[in-house]
Every structure is written in structure tokens, then in C-alpha cells.
């Protein structure tokens, strides 16, 4: 084994738990060839199948879009890699030649595609927010289980030296055990649009199966405003602020805290209907406490502009806090984790001559790529990111049914709004058979997701 390659093994951030081994793992050594299709292969779908194939050990067999125009940088980087528009045909062709899939579609699609090659035994990356539902999620965890195959979430920065370097900062005490949280991001829930009713249908151009586009979701005409990116900012696709930046930001707080799942979710937004995401929101949950809590912890989710004072932080006046991050408050200081730089320590003058730890980042899709090659899991895999991408949903569950807000530029909560206490074991709200209806949705024939059990 290359010096390389036996070095990155060995840092690779692999838990050393065993699970099933997939057919195709037993009857290679490490050193194979790790056979993966990709489900997109354009925008972040390209971004996912061009970091997987710098590892020495892929080989692409199968490339799979619903646009027919969008196959060219993949073609570009990787030549001669067969084409397909419909990801069961892709994986019915080919069967055992595949060992592992990569999916980089628009949410409401990660779950019918992922299980679909779950069920087929093949390991899989799957970009955030994971699933378009809470069920998905629950679906997505209990299927890679089930047939113990390696996964991975594609919220890259999981594995970079900034939030590595805070989760660590955290777990270590540098501020003590956590009071509470507060995560934010910039990101407005429809700002790609800016409409609130279905925009004006056209003809699907020739390149497009749009049938293949909307896959699991209700049938509706083609229109510029859903593809290839803006799908974002409707219900039916995507998951607004929330769903597109959750999985990202709460990511250090649910690896600094070992979170599981939330007791309650309570929200408040600037206006919602059945069609699309509201400009802003304010989502608070309550978590059980961990080792690394005072007790019972309540995290705070602001999107849209808003976000809390950096008094809260501790910070001096000169100070702002970031426009996304999350926020750590402790007994003995506050930790501000922005989104994609490194964490500080507030306030300053407790914290004057603080060494910071170093840390190092690691490849994110290598390390899925060699934990299929090891058949160990990452620590960001389903049984990781499954539960934190349920949390997400269970947040939108409460945004779909929140009273407006009055105040705008504070997000402040209404007291009178009662949370939505969630029974996570039972899968079920315990308070609002309304909010149950929103655990799952309706499936188009033939992009049903199968249960797990």
C-alpha cells in the first residue's frame, strides 16, 4: 500500500465499530477499485463526483441526470463514463458493477434515490439536508443499518480544521459545560424567488425529463423558476433556510454535544403558505442534556438576516458576530463557531494569551471513500447524520404550522405559542395530531420510498 494511502487510513476519522460486510467488500482486498455512479453530476452533484474521483481507488461507472445539457464537466473530468437520465434504470443495469453511489439532486429526490441503492446493498454519499421529510430521515438511518452499508452526508464541512478545531474546543471545557445555543444563517428561506404562488408554467426544454425532475413530488407544469437551483425555495423541492444550511450549522453543535433527538420545537416567521418558505424564521428546540450541558439545552435556529446580540457573546461593541454560525454559551465564556472559520473565545479579556488547538482537516469524500474500502463508518455517517437531519425537518414541521411573527427584526418568540413536544422513540408529536401529518408526505408512483421495517 502506497505510503499515502496508508497514511490517510490512519488519520481517517473512522470509528473502529464492525458492521455487515457489503457482497462486494468480502470478495475484494483493499486495494480494489471502488466502483461509484453518480445521481448529478452538475452544481453540487459535480462538486461531490469530482472530489470522490481525486481518490486513486474510484473508478466511475455510471452517471446519472435528469438534463441531458448537464453531463459536460463531468464528461470533461471522467470520459467515457456511460450515461442515464433515470436512476433505477442506471442501477438495474448496473447490478453488481456498481459498488457505491453519490447523490447530488434536489432534496425532495435524496431519499427515493438513496434508498433505492441502499436496498441494492451500495454504499452511499448523499448531500445535505439528507431528506425532504422527518420519515425520510428516520427511513435513511434504519436502511443503511439494515444492510450495513458505509454512508456518508455531503456537509463537507464535517470534516475541515475549523469546525473540528471548535467541536474540540467544546468537548474539552474550554467554556465549560453549554447553557444554550444559538445558530444562525444569512440565507432567507425564499430569496432565490421572492414569490409566494407558483410561478408561470412553459414547455420543459427537450434536454429535461421533467417527469424524472419531479420524481417523488406532486406533478406540477414545468417552469425557469425550479431548475436547475431556484427548486430551493419551494416546499414541494426543498427546505428553505432551514433545510438548506441546517445541516451545516448545527453540525458542531450536535458533534460538541453528542445531541440526539429534540423533547420539543417551537417557531415563529415573517409568513408562510403551502407553496414556499418564509423570508425569515426563529425555530427553538429543546434538547435532553449530555456530559458536556448544565441540563437540558435549548438551541436557537435564525435565519434570514436575524440573529442574536453579540452581547450574548460577550464580544466587545467593535465586534459583530458572523453573518452564519452558531454560538456556545457556557459557564465560564462563550465559543463563536462561524460558518467555514475557525472559533473564538469571548470575552476577550478572560480569554487574553489563550492557546487554541491545532487542528488538522481531512477530505471529506476521501474519508467515505476509504471507509467503503475498510468498511468502517465515518463519523458523519446516517446513524450520525440521520437524526440531526430529522432535527432539521422536525424544525420545518413547526415553521408550516408558526403564527407569524410581530416583530420582524428581533424574531422574538410569543410566549402564548405552544411547542410541539415530540416523542422521538414513537415516532409521533404527543401535543398536535396536525403536526404528525407533516412527518411524511405523499409519493408519486413509482418514487415511493420503502419503509426499512
Avoid at 420543459?204 to 407544469?221: C, F, Q, T, V
Avoid at 407553496?275 to 435549548?298: D, E, L
Avoid at 472559520?341 to 476509504?370: C, I, M, N
Wanted: glycine share 8%; charged share 20%.
Amino acid at each position: 500500500m502506497p505510503d499515502s494511502r496508508r497514511s490517510f487510513l490512519k488519520n481517517a476519522t473512522l470509528t473502529s465499530a464492525a458492521v455487515a460486510l457489503p457482497a462486494f467488500v468480502r470478495g475484494q482486498n483493499l486495494n480494489s477499485k471502488l466502483q461509484v455512479a453518480c445521481v448529478g453530476v452538475n452544481g453540487m452533484g459535480f462538486s461531490d463526483l469530482k472530489n470522490v474521483g481525486t481518490h486513486a481507488a474510484v473508478k466511475f461507472v455510471g452517471f446519472c441526470d435528469v438534463d441531458a445539457n448537464r453531463f459536460d464537466k463531468a464528461d470533461e473530468a471522467h470520459p467515457g463514463v456511460k450515461h442515464f437520465s433515470d436512476y433505477r434504470e442506471m442501477l438495474n443495469t448496473l447490478g453488481d458493477g456498481v459498488d457505491a453511489v453519490t447523490v447530488g439532486i434536489p432534496d425532495h429526490m435524496h431519499a427515493p434515490v438513496a434508498v433505492a441503492a441502499m436496498q441494492r446493498g451500495k454504499h452511499v454519499y448523499c448531500q445535505k439536508p439528507l431528506a425532504h421529510t422527518v420519515w425520510e430521515a428516520r427511513q435513511m438511518r434504519l436502511w443503511a443499518e439494515k444492510k450495513g452499508v458505509i454512508t456518508q452526508m455531503g456537509n463537507q464541512i464535517h470534516s475541515s480544521m475549523e469546525y473540528r478545531m471548535g467541536t474540540r474546543m467544546v468537548k474539552e471545557g474550554a467554556i465549560g459545560k453549554v447553557k444554550e445555543v444559538y445558530t444562525w444563517s444569512a440565507v432567507t428561506g425564499n430569496e432565490r424567488t421572492r414569490l409566494f404562488s407558483p410561478p408561470a408554467s412553459a414547455k420543459a426544454p427537450a434536454n429535461l425529463n421533467w417527469d424524472l425532475w419531479i420524481g417523488a413530488a406532486p406533478m406540477r407544469e414545468y417552469a425557469q423558476a425550479y431548475h436547475p437551483f431556484i427548486w430551493r425555495d419551494w416546499q414541494d423541492f426543498g427546505g428553505g433556510a432551514l433545510g438548506d444550511f441546517g445541516c451545516h450549522i448545527f453540525d458542531p453543535v450536535f458533534t460538541a454535544l453528542d445531541l440526539t433527538a429534540p423533547l420539543s420545537v417551537v417557531a415563529k416567521n415573517s409568513g408562510i403558505n403551502d407553496q414556499i418558505w418564509p423570508s425569515h424564521q426563529t425555530v427553538s428546540y429543546v434538547f435532553p442534556g449530555t456530559q458536556y450541558t448544565t441540563g437540558n439545552i435549548k438551541l436557537t435556529w435564525m435565519d434570514g438576516g436575524l440573529k442574536p446580540s453579540h452581547k450574548l457573546a460577550q464580544m466587545p461593541g467593535d465586534i459583530d458576530l458572523p453573518n452564519s454560525g452558531c454560538l456556545f454559551i457556557g459557564e465560564n465564556g462563550c465559543l463563536v463557531q462561524a460558518h467555514v472559520a475557525g472559533p473564538r473565545v469571548y470575552p476577550l479579556d478572560k480569554f487574553q494569551g489563550f492557546k487554541y488547538p491545532k487542528e488538522e482537516g481531512r477530505s471529506h469524500w476521501h474519508t467515505w471513500v476509504d471507509a467503503c474500502l475498510a468498511n468502517k463508518k465515518t463519523s458523519d455517517g446516517f446513524h450520525y447524520a440521520g437524526p440531526m437531519a430529522e432535527a432539521v425537518q422536525l424544525g420545518n414541521v413547526a415553521t408550516r404550522l408558526a403564527i407569524p411573527t410581530v416583530d420582524p427584526i428581533t424574531g422574538r418568540m410569543d410566549e402564548k405559542q405552544t411547542p410541539l413536544e415530540w416523542d422521538s422513540a414513537n415516532f409521533r408529536f404527543t401535543n398536535s395530531p396536525e403536526a404528525d401529518k407533516l412527518l411524511t408526505k405523499t409519493y408519486r408512483k413509482g418514487f415511493e420510498v420503502a419503509p426499512a421495517a
